[in-house]
């Protein structure tokens, strides 16, 4: 895929899916809710050993299905949600997922009629061309 095409995919909402708003919102989890609990926590140096590699290994699940989520393929993110969603805790994120899901559309759109109405107003700015005019009849 050259630069221009990805370019192209940024800029169109056919990138919006539900899949990638679902690891969108588990990403975001993944990586919030280790950095919430270490900041919440007043003495770090009392906790287990196995507490903090584990946080860190939800921080960099967290990275890694965001940008998943952004740059991976429909078919990989369609298969991380069907992979994520198995279990019924995953209606938390399936409810958190579609508020993102049409605020995105949303917001693609409204850039995208932006976009349209400026280039409309662009063409009729545009005067006539010379091979485009035709010549009106003297009226006898």
């Not at 003495?43 to 965001?66: H, K, N, Q, Y």
Request: charged content about 20%; overall charge positive; proline content about 6%.
């Amino acid at each position: 895929m050259n630069r221009q095409s990805k370019e192209r995919r940024f800029q169109s909402d056919k990138w919006i899916t539900f899949p990638r708003c679902f690891l969108l919102s588990l990403g975001t989890l993944s990586l919030a809710l280790p950095i919430f609990i270490i900041n919440s926590s007043e003495d770090v140096a009392s906790w287990p050993d196995w507490a903090r590699p584990v946080l860190m290994c939800m921080i960099i699940l967290g990275i890694m299905v965001l940008l998943g989520a952004i740059f991976g393929s429909d078919k990989t993110a369609e298969s991380w949600m069907n992979a994520g969603s198995q279990n019924e805790a995953s209606l938390v994120l399936i409810i958190l997922a579609a508020p993102l899901y049409f605020l995105l559309k949303l917001i693609v759109w409204s850039i995208n009629s932006d976009k349209r109405s400026i280039l409309a107003d662009a063409d009729n700015k545009i005067p006539n061309k010379p091979h485009m005019v035709t010549p009106r009849k003297p009226i006898d």
